[in-house]
């Protein structure tokens, strides 16, 4: 299957964007009607307005790290390990699953790690 951009690296520049505190850049990776879920599909945020409103806080406050585990790609799918820490101390592991469709994100779903307790 051929694709208009490579998945890994449209993901791999939202994650970039998430790092480096550009709300803007991150959502733009993301298309316009895109769906953010918890697994298996509990949509949470649908759309840039949403999706700038429900990471605001995560951008305003720049005291923790997210960093990238494991990574696996499948053709539109990029599957991601997620890891956020305040300081040393882990705070949460996620696995996000990225659907890439053109150049930018169409659907992701969050699964946190079963120690979270979710």
Same mark, same amino acid.
């Given at each position: 299957?051929? !694709?208009?951009? =490579?998945?890994? +690296? @449209?993901? *791999?520049? &939202?994650?970039?964007? !998430?790092?480096?505190? =550009?709300? #803007?850049?991150? /959502?733009?990776?993301?298309?316009? =009607?895109? /769906?953010?879920? #918890? !697994? ?9 307005d949403e999706m700038r409103a429900g990471?605001? $806080? $995560?951008? *305003?406050?720049? &005291? !923790?790290?997210?960093?990238?585990? *494991?990574?696996?790609a499948n053709g539109q799918f990029v599957?991601? *390990? +997620?890891?956020?820490? @305040?300081?040393?101390? +882990? ?9 890439? +469709? ?5 659907? $992701?779903?969050?699964?946190p790690d079963a120690g979270e307790g979710?």
């Amino acid at each position: 299957m051929l !694709f208009d951009c =490579d998945p890994v +690296e @449209v993901v *791999e520049r &939202q994650l970039q964007a !998430f790092q480096a505190g =550009d709300l #803007n850049a991150f /959502v733009a990776m993301y298309a316009p =009607d895109a /769906v953010v879920s #918890n !697994f298996p599909g509990t949509p949470v945020m649908t759309g840039h307005d949403e999706m700038r409103a429900g990471y605001a $806080s $995560s951008f *305003e406050d720049r &005291q !923790f790290t997210l960093t990238l585990g *494991e990574r696996i790609a499948n053709g539109q799918f990029v599957i991601d *390990e +997620e890891v956020i820490a @305040v300081g040393a101390a +882990e705070v949460m592991r996620a696995v996000v699953i990225y659907q890439v +469709e053109g150049c930018t994100i169409a659907r $992701s779903w969050i699964l946190p790690d079963a120690g979270e307790g979710q």
